[in-house]
């Protein structure tokens, strides 16, 4: 059972905008990461954020959560090509402090 | 540092057959993880090990079977493989526990014919 669900799916952007996207879960949440993957590559830990902070910053990204609603956003701004990936969202508070469980993703592609 | 190491990278297998995959990580990190990856589905915990001797499952145990062999190698088994577990297969490790960073193999591409 999925724990986070990203939206969009998918999001094409021109290179130089801002992309915004979404996770919804659904149990209380101690942590909640984001992970990048490049097309046939592992996946690479961009920012955790805790459950007692509403916003964190890491270089050009933006990640806010919002614990009364369920849901967390990815900010990147001023893209580029090379940002194209999956983005995934990670939650632990299912299974156990061991786990975490990981949304479908969203696919980002910037065009240049 | 070369972080975590999986092999092989591609493999190829007929329904029934056998295959270990190989993982280890050299950041002295005590948490590894198993998840295979669908299109559509995410990534999915097949097994962890919280610490070296330990091992537990996760949401998609059947049909795999795997081994902390110690603080660096976890390797996950088919016995009997199936089409089903057609997939790419991706190895983690984290220094605590899996809500925190947790860094990621290149993964192994399987197909059961």
């Known amino acids: 059972s999925q724990q986070g669900e990203e939206d969009p799916q998918a999001l094409s952007i021109q290179e130089g905008e801002n992309a915004t996207m979404n996770c919804s879960y659904k149990?209380?949440?101690?942590?909640l990461q984001w992970y990048r993957q490049n097309s046939g590559r592992g996946l690479v830990h961009l920012i955790l954020?805790?459950?007692?902070?509403r916003e964190k910053h890491s270089g050009r990204l933006r990640v806010t959560l919002d614990t009364s609603k369920k849901s967390s956003s990815l900010l990147i701004t001023a893209s580029r090509a090379a940002d194209t990936a999956s983005y995934f969202c990670a939650t632990d508070g299912v299974g156990g402090y061991q786990k975490v469980t990981f949304g479908t993703g969203t696919k980002l592609q910037v065009i240049p | 540092n070369a972080g975590v190491t999986q092999t092989p990278k591609f493999q190829v297998l007929k329904t029934g057959q056998s295959m270990t995959l190989q993982c280890a990580q050299d950041m002295n990190h005590n948490s590894m993880y198993w998840y295979r990856q669908d299109p559509g589905m995410g990534l999915r915990l097949i097994y962890y090990?919280?610490?070296?001797?330990?091992?537990d499952k996760g949401e998609v145990p059947n049909g795999y079977n795997v081994s902390r062999l110690n603080k660096r190698e976890f390797s996950l088994r088919l016995e009997s493989a199936a089409p089903s577990q057609t997939s790419v297969y991706f190895c983690?490790?984290?220094?605590?526990?899996?809500?925190?960073?947790?860094?990621f193999g290149p993964g192994t591409r399987l197909l059961v014919l």
């Open positions: 149990t209380s949440i101690n942590n």
């Open positions: 954020i805790r459950s007692n902070e």
């Open positions: 983690a490790s984290s220094a605590g526990t899996g809500r925190e960073t947790q860094y």
């Open positions: 090990s919280a610490s070296e001797g330990t091992t």
